[in-house]
């Protein structure tokens, strides 16, 4: 093993230990409880999930794995994609810590059908966001374009312009319902609208930077929703 390999996977697994760790706190310190099954279940799911997915990569795409350890608001060069990428940040803890107090004061009744359908549509998300990366090696955690990159219209490309963020965004609706609040969903609102927000400044981006990006935007007309937008 060469040096760049183990110091990649070493920050990766930091960088994995540290999610765990502040997901396990953001779901039980708020609630001030340990007797919180569906946050249990929703964080095993989470972690061996996003586990998986970065042993997977780690043997598979270590160019991959690299590229998504240059992440949060600070990794990024534009003021645009700084601001969005902070909002995003921001609502998405809040669409874990509001679950959580609502556990607390018991301001919501969900059934376990729906928790375990919130579960399943969380995996889902995260498969999408897999498969993803499976089609595009180039699929970074900040809006740039490396030496080399191209255009990526196979695979769930085909179906929308920004197939990540569409199971990202699977993922997050469900997240509250699998916490078993519904009172989080509201945290999913400017969750989805800061997103939207990224999504178009990254258009902008690419249709400057990458060559046959316009012409994919002609071909796919929908960026996160089929049919829809």
């Not at 040096?3 to 708020?30: M, T």
């Not at 509201?186 to 902008?204: D, G, S």
Request: glycine content about 4%.
């Amino acid at each position: 093993m060469n040096k760049p390999f183990l110091s990649i996977k070493k920050q990766a697994l930091i960088g994995l230990a540290i999610l765990a760790v502040f997901l396990w706190i953001a779901l039980f310190l708020p609630s001030g409880t340990l007797d919180y099954w569906q946050a249990w279940i929703f964080w095993l799911i989470f972690v061996v999930s996003v586990v998986a997915i970065s042993v997977y990569f780690l043997k598979k795409d270590l160019s991959l794995i690299a590229s998504r350890l240059k992440a949060g608001p600070a990794a990024e060069k534009e003021k645009s994609q700084m601001f969005a990428n902070s909002l995003i940040s921001v609502f998405f803890i809040l669409l874990i810590i509001i679950p959580s107090v609502d556990h607390h004061f018991l301001w919501s009744n969900v059934p376990a059908y729906l928790v375990a359908a919130g579960d399943v549509f969380v995996v889902f998300g995260l498969l999408i966001v897999f498969l993803v990366f499976k089609a595009n090696s180039f699929t970074s955690a900040v809006i740039e374009v490396n030496k080399g990159q191209k255009v990526i219209s196979t695979g769930p490309y085909s179906v929308v312009r920004h197939p990540m963020y569409a199971g990202a965004l699977l993922m997050l609706f469900f997240t509250p319902v699998a916490l078993g609040s519904f009172w989080g969903l509201l945290a999913f609102i400017p969750l989805f609208a800061a997103i939207v927000l990224r999504v178009l400044e990254e258009e902008k981006f690419l249709i400057k930077n990458l060559p046959g990006y316009d012409q994919y935007c002609e071909k796919i007309r929908f960026r996160l929703i089929p049919h829809v937008w």
